[in-house]
Structure formats: C-alpha cells, structure tokens
Nanobody
C-alpha cells in the first residue's frame, strides 16, 4: 500500500486546511489512522489518531482546532485543521495501520509529508 498525502499549502493565521491521505489500493482494512507533524529541527510529534471504531485522540496543542476522520470505503484519512497558528507550520505525515483482507498480519504504512505553512 502506498499512501499519498495532499492538501498542504500556505495559509494565513486563523485560516483552515484539509489534509487527505489516500491509499493506492482498497483490499485492506484500516485499523487506525494517524497524523504526525515535524517542524524543522524538531522531533516528529503525533497530532491526532483515529481507530476503526471511530475513537479519536488529539495532542493538547491541537485540541479544539483539528479534527481527524477516516473513510474505510475510500481508504482515506483526513485532518481538518482550523484556526491555524504559525506554530502549526510543519511537514505533516500520515500513517495508516491496517491489514489486508483475509490476512492477520498488521502493517504500518507511511505517506510522504505534505508541507503546511502558516503565516502571521
């Protein structure tokens, strides 16, 4: 499975962006979807996660501003980002944990980063 993340770009503070992470094939089930971010010179941090049952978890620094969702039919994980701040500037990476139908092995796939730049 290859994941493609898109939706990043340049936005002014207070603006919104919708990131999407789509899979190259559909013969698997999403167990969990996650978004991470990494600013220049900093470690990669978990931003948000969602389970197959729809349970979500958010880092404190995005609570109330970001919303993660997933569509297991489209094999896509989304991150709606509102009230963006300059501190949100980073490369955002998606990660999908899943298994192929009929198989028990759990796999973890990563998408390429999509750059989000928030200007003040």
């Amino acid at each position: 499975v290859q994941l493609q993340a898109f939706g990043g770009g340049l936005v002014q503070a207070g603006g919104s962006l919708l990131l999407s992470c789509s899979a190259s094939r559909t013969d698997f089930m999403i167990n969990a979807g996650k978004w991470y971010r990494q600013a220049p010179g900093k470690q990669r941090d978990l931003v948000a996660s969602i389970t197959a049952s729809g349970d979500t978890n958010y880092a404190d620094f995005v609570k109330g501003r970001f919303t993660i969702s997933s569509d297991n039919t489209k094999k896509t994980v989304y991150l709606q980002m509102n009230s963006l701040e300059p501190e949100d500037t980073a490369a955002y990476y998606c990660n999908v944990v899943g298994r192929y139908y009929g198989r028990s092995q759990i796999n973890s796939w990563w998408g390429q980063g999509t750059l989000v730049t928030v200007s003040s």
